[in-house]
Antibody, heavy 121, light 108 residues
Framework: QVQMEQSGAEVERPGSSVKVSCKAS????????FNWVRQAPGQGLEWLGR????????QYAQKFQDRVTITADKFTDTVYLELSSLTSDDTAVYFC??????????????WGRGTQVTVSS | EIVLTQSPGTLSLSPGERATLSCRAS???????VAWFQQTLGRAPRLLIY???IRATGVPDRFSGSGSGTDFTLTIYSLEPEDFAVYYC?????????FGQGTKLEIK
């Protein structure tokens, strides 16, 4: 059973950066893209971007284009989200979700449990 | 960017009743790549339906998705107590992927 294991909660100062990880346990990064979705308190779901590790390609939502970086380590089956220039508006739970790139019809079928990021001075 | 608008914002029903949730896209969704997710407090979203009408593994058959183009519907036949949650639609046919704002299904 593939699981997406995310790193623990983070508290960051405004203006700093945060890096969150997501490890695919029980599987590899091959044949999948990995997406990052966030949810601010009491709000809906917002897609930040994705990476396709086998091709090392990535795409970002325009809103985050200037300050988000998604990377992958194929040796440890781990993907990372780094978000810079943090403000209080970035306080949210950050989820990773996989998407099969071969059978694209399946959608976001496996999600991590989420990582709480709190931005506070 | 495709904007998804869900309605109603909140739906108040009793167990045993039927729920009908709507998701309208600002433009046609490629290949009808629309998914529905269920989310309960503090949990990750759970995939219910993909490609508009296909139930994900393990999803009870009281959940049914339909629609094409710009109009999509999630129907829950005979609500169970565990179905009261927030539901999101998502389009994953074109980048940027987008979500609707959610429909909260609450007990009447």
């Amino acid at each position: 059973q593939v699981q997406m294991e995310q790193s623990g909660a983070e508290v960051e100062r405004p203006g700093s950066s945060v890096k969150v990880s997501c490890k695919a346990s029980g599987g590899s990064l091959t044949s999948y893209s990995f997406n990052w979705v966030r949810q601010a308190p009491g709000q809906g779901l917002e897609w930040l971007g994705r990476i396709i590790p086998v091709f090392d390609t990535r795409q970002y939502a325009q809103k985050f284009q200037d300050r988000v970086t998604i990377t992958a380590d194929k040796f440890t089956d781990t993907v990372y989200l780094e978000l810079s220039s943090l403000t209080s508006d970035d306080t949210a739970v950050y989820f990773c979700a996989r998407h099969n790139t071969v059978t694209t019809i399946l959608g976001f079928d496996v999600w991590g449990r989420g990582t709480q990021v709190t931005v506070s001075s | 960017e495709i904007v998804l608008t869900q309605s109603p914002g909140t739906l108040s029903l009793s167990p045993g009743e039927r729920a009908t949730l709507s998701c309208r896209a600002s433009q046609s969704v490629s290949d009808n790549y629309v998914a529905w997710f269920q989310q309960t407090l503090g949990r990750a979203p759970r995939l219910l339906i993909y490609r508009a009408s296909i139930r994900a593994t393990g999803v009870p058959d009281r959940f049914s998705g339909s629609g094409s183009g710009t109009d999509f519907t999630l129907t829950i036949y005979s609500l169970e107590p565990e179905d009261f949650a927030v539901y999101y639609c998502q389009q994953y046919g074109s980048i940027p992927y987008t979500f609707g704002q959610g429909t909260k299904l609450e007990i009447k």
